[in-house]
Structure formats: structure tokens, C-alpha cells
């Protein structure tokens, strides 16, 4: 099993720039998408951006994809999240997950996706 680990969250300032990290232990050829989502208090979990672990291609939500960028790293085992000009709209809690469905990598259900992180936390300041 898959077992996400986010890490790099924290308190920035509006315009400000964060890099989270989701550590994929236990990953196989069977978890071949990767996705970020967050989840702000009283709202549903939005999905942000998804890559593949195979051919690294990514899909982004259009309320992101100007701004964050999605990236991994297949011999560490590691996928990344690069935010930058951070809003206080941005302010979540941010999880890494993984889903076992290898086609179609634009993966915006998370419904889609079996293992979950903890979340990190990003709180960001106007």
C-alpha cells in the first residue's frame, strides 16, 4: 500500500511561495497517479493537480494552474506541489494522495484516489 506523507506547509504571506512534499512510500506500478487536493473549513475537498508517475504528464484545475505547479521525483519516491503568489484564499489544509487507476491521469474525483496523507497545513496571511 501506498502511503502518502505531506510535509512544507505552513504561514506565508499573501504573494508568498510554498513548496509541499508528499513522501509515496510503498508506491508500485499499480499507483500510477498522483494528486493534490485541499480542504478548507466548511468546504469540500478541492481538487488542485494530478501528474503521472510514468510519463510525468499533469492536469491542473483551472483555479491553480497559473500558479501551482506539480512535479515528482520517480527515483525518491517523492511528488511535489510548488505554490507560488499565495492568496488567503489558498488557506487549507493541503493533502497528497494516490490513486490505483493507471489511465487517464486527469484524476480530479477523490473519489478516484484509495491512499490519503494526513495533510499539511497552509495558512496564508493578507
Known amino acids: 500500500q501506498v502511503r502518502p506523507v505531506e510535509s512544507g506547509g505552513g504561514l506565508v504571506q499573501a504573494g508568498g511561495s510554498l513548496r509541499l512534499s508528499c513522501a509515496a512510500s510503498?508506491?508500485?506500478?499499480?499507483?500510477?497517479?498522483m494528486g493534490w487536493f485541499r480542504q478548507a473549513p466548511g468546504k469540500e475537498r478541492e481538487f488542485l493537480a494530478a501528474?503521472?508517475?510514468?510519463?510525468?504528464?499533469?492536469y491542473y484545475a483551472d483555479s491553480v494552474k497559473d500558479r501551482f505547479t506539480i512535479s515528482r521525483d520517480n527515483a525518491k519516491n517523492m511528488v511535489y506541489l510548488q505554490m507560488n503568489s499565495l492568496e488567503a484564499e489558498d488557506t487549507a489544509l493541503y493533502y497528497c494522495?494516490?490513486?490505483?487507476?493507471?489511465?487517464?491521469?486527469?484524476?480530479?474525483?477523490?473519489?478516484?484516489?484509495?491512499?490519503w496523507g494526513q495533510g499539511t497545513q497552509v495558512t496564508v496571511s493578507s
Open positions: 494522495a494516490a490513486s490505483q487507476i493507471t489511465t487517464n491521469y486527469a484524476r480530479t474525483n477523490p473519489a478516484d484516489y484509495s491512499f
Open positions: 510503498g508506491r508500485t506500478f499499480s499507483t500510477n497517479i
Open positions: 501528474i503521472s508517475w510514468s510519463i510525468g504528464s499533469t
